[in-house]
């Protein structure tokens, strides 16, 4: 009888610490947060990662780099699907196959990041994201030069999402960097 309620309490205490470990990964991202622009997007992007509870701060950023990239890859599907239906309009056509290019060089630098990232080069990691953050604006200049084309909201939100996620990404490196 003493041995199941030594075994009982064990049980208990190993799963009191590890509450406890999953508590502090919490609160670890919470912290790696709190250093970033947009902390509801930073916690609900890195919580969302099942890898994140084990990360350490380079993780987190690489979690991060890697969400944008998606985020890229994405737009730029999302606009050669729209230039598809665009085949009547020769300037929105031809706006949108810059714009499709603009997120892939945006996608392109986040996994160059991702690269300098793991080769521990913070300062690289950094000029990367904040490049792949400013694709965006260009697609966004390139309606503006054309007075006949509208912006689509669906693309103005998705130029916004970028842009926070990098932020996001580059508040976690400079915590690398100093």
Excluded at 20 to 46: E, R
Excluded at 65 to 94: H, P
Excluded at 145 to 167: F, H, I, M, W
Aim: glycine share 6%; hydrophobic share 40%; charged share 15%.
């Amino acid at each position: 009888m003493a041995s199941k309620i030594f075994y009982l309490f064990l049980l208990i205490v190993a799963h009191s610490q590890l509450h406890a470990l999953v508590s502090g990964d919490d609160i670890f991202i919470q912290n790696t947060c709190k250093n970033t622009k947009y902390y509801d997007l930073c916690l609900s992007s890195l919580k969302s990662n099942p890898n994140s509870s084990k990360a350490d701060t380079k993780g987190l950023a690489g979690i991060m780099v890697g969400i944008g990239k998606a985020n890229a890859t994405s737009t730029s599907s999302f606009l050669s699907n729209v230039l598809v239906r665009a085949a009547n309009d020769t300037a929105l056509k031809t706006v949108l196959k810059e714009c499709a290019d603009k997120y892939t060089y945006a996608g392109d630098a986040l996994q160059g990041s991702a690269q300098d990232l793991a080769n521990e080069a913070y300062d690289f990691a950094n000029v990367q994201v904040t490049a792949a953050s400013d694709y965006p604006n260009v697609c966004h200049n390139l309606f503006k030069s054309n007075p006949g084309l509208v912006y689509p909201p669906e693309l103005a939100t998705r130029e916004d999402g970028l842009k926070q996620l990098c932020d996001v990404a580059l508040g976690i490196i400079d915590t690398l960097l100093n």
